[in-house]
């Protein structure tokens, strides 16, 4: 494998995915024709025989350098966490030359799921700073490490999304995330409020991430009586989860979401509010809403379905408006807008990259369980693929592995988790740098 001058097919043909990972040609062992694409390079940064990945989309993996990408650590797979269950917290100097990835250990956390980790990530504005969830005893709590220094303290409570200064955090209650929804709480500790269909004292939390003062500013109570729920059932059992801040920390997103007695799905709506759960504002209540980022301020980009278009990426104001506008109409007016109409057309993890001019998105495994990678530039239309990455079926459920993919704050790489090769689920790191310049 070290012949430069060996035939790429002849490589695919001869190597395993790993070794190919490991090579830096992950590309080809994701599956991809070399003669009817040309792809970005990827490079796994991290090894086996442990198993590495990060989780959610919406985290800051690199630190303000891009030197340095988050991850996670575990020594098993294919099942649900146990209350027991310890992962590593580490990082990986990506200036390092593979196939060295270097695994830093950073600590540990025993408050994790598969899709989002332990909500791992840089905190906002810090060049050295990192925050993650853990369980100490009964209580779930939070910690912020200087990773040069080690020096760290833990607060009192955890946290999901945290404001863009760095100061100021908002969560929902993971032990009903987790009685709700298993693989988006925390297993280790119970719902006190299992029986209650709304309680009062369950819903979105802030935390001051300076002091560690915590109140609870928007109940699931209120929230349950508040405007049009869909099918208006009587007997849901309500929750919240998925919040995010947008980019100046004036408001947050979050998902109330209920399951009506014999239900098997459940239903959504997407809310916004400010900081101390003031000025709620539905932004939508059709009942599908999935992923979303924040365009800017007050622009929200979500995968949803709306009673005029189906099932597709709309760009929402933040404040309510069912009317639907022109597809790409541009016009800054607050409308619901469809984008990427012809080619976004299958659910993904949606991020803007730094300026707004492309949309970094995936896709969940097809039928060859190969799951899609790839750009949207918002002027043209013109979707570009990243990379396709085979999931073995075992990789299903609560503990599949979705690429999520993370970018830099440069916006010329992107990082994503992946089983494709052949190590179980590892981080790669792919160049997009030629596509974005």
Request: glycine content about 8%; proline content about 7%; overall charge neutral.
């Amino acid at each position: 494998m070290d012949d430069v001058r060996l035939n790429r097919r002849e490589l695919l043909r001869h190597a395993t995915g790993g070794a190919l990972a490991l090579a830096g040609l992950s590309d080809l062992a994701s599956g991809a024709d070399p003669k009817s694409e040309s792809l970005p390079p990827v490079r796994a940064i991290t090894r086996g025989p442990k198993f590495h990945w990060f989780g959610y989309y919406d985290k800051l993996q690199f630190d303000s350098t891009c030197r340095y990408a988050l991850g996670m650590e575990v020594d098993f797979e294919h099942r649900s966490p146990k209350p027991h269950d310890i992962i590593g917290i580490g990082m990986v100097d990506l200036k390092n030359d593979p196939p060295k990835a270097d695994w830093i250990q950073l600590g540990q956390s025993q408050a994790w799921c598969w899709q989002q980790g332990c909500m791992l990530q840089w905190r906002p504005g810090s060049k050295n700073e990192i925050v993650w969830n853990d369980r100490q005893a009964d209580r779930f709590v939070c910690h912020i490490l200087d990773v040069h220094t080690r020096q760290k303290r833990t607060l009192p409570h955890p946290f999901y999304t945290v404001s863009p200064d760095g100061r100021t955090a908002v969560a929902p209650d993971f032990r009903r995330v987790n009685e709700m929804r298993p693989g988006y709480g925390y297993a280790g500790l119970p719902d006190p409020y299992a029986d209650e269909l709304a309680p009062e004292d369950s819903g979105v939390l802030r935390l001051d991430l300076e002091t560690g003062k915590q109140d609870l500013i928007i109940s699931i109570a209120d929230i349950a009586k508040f405007g049009r729920i869909l099918g208006n059932p009587i007997d849901a059992k309500h929750y919240f989860n998925h919040l995010l801040f947008n980019t100046d920390g004036s408001r947050f997103i979050f998902l109330h979401r209920w399951r009506a007695k014999g239900q098997r799905g459940f239903g959504t709506r997407m809310l916004s509010a400010k900081p101390d759960g003031s000025d709620v504002h539905i932004v939508d209540d059709h009942g599908r809403t999935s992923h979303f980022i924040w365009r800017d301020t007050r622009h929200i980009l979500a995968w949803a379905r709306h009673p005029s278009h189906g099932n597709a990426f709309y760009l929402y104001p933040c404040f309510r408006r069912d009317r639907l506008a022109p597809a790409n109409a541009g016009d800054g007016t607050d409308k619901v807008e469809v984008v990427g109409k012809e080619v976004m057309t299958q659910n993904g993890h949606c991020s803007y990259l730094p300026g707004n001019e492309w949309i970094l998105n995936d896709t969940y495994p097809d039928k060859e369980r190969n799951q899609h990678v790839y750009l949207y530039n918002v002027a043209t239309g013109r979707k570009i693929p990243v990379g396709h990455f085979h999931s073995p079926p075992e990789y299903k459920g609560e503990w599949r592995c979705d690429t999520h993919p993370r970018f830099s704050p440069d916006g010329r790489s992107v990082v994503i988790d992946s089983p494709h090769g052949g190590n179980g689920r590892q981080m790669y790191l792919i160049d997009i740098s030629s596509i974005v310049s």
